[in-house]
């Protein structure tokens, strides 16, 4: 009986829990795409194809891998803190 006079009177907070919820779904969401490390990997790639076919030189190269490499670290000592 106890349970239900509990549920009858949190109901009319059900909507505001549902919103908490879709929002923490959202912001997870995001969060594993800004944390993704595939597109920064393959910006690497394509950074080293350019290198390669003489459209950028070394100095670009170097300076742009730095950020890369800096972005992805990033990336990973965040999945490390929260998890994958």
Do not use: C, N, S
């Amino acid at each position: 009986m106890a349970g239900l006079l509990t549920h009858l009177a949190t109901l009319p907070l059900a909507p505001v829990r549902g919103v908490a919820w879709v929002m923490e779904r959202v912001v997870e969401a995001a969060e594993d795409e800004a944390y993704d490390p595939a597109p920064v990997e393959q910006e690497l790639a394509r950074l080293e194809e350019k290198l390669l076919a003489g459209e950028i030189d070394e100095e670009t190269f170097d300076r742009r891998e730095d950020e890369l490499l800096d972005q992805l670290e990033e990336i990973r000592a965040h999945r490390r803190i929260t998890g994958p």
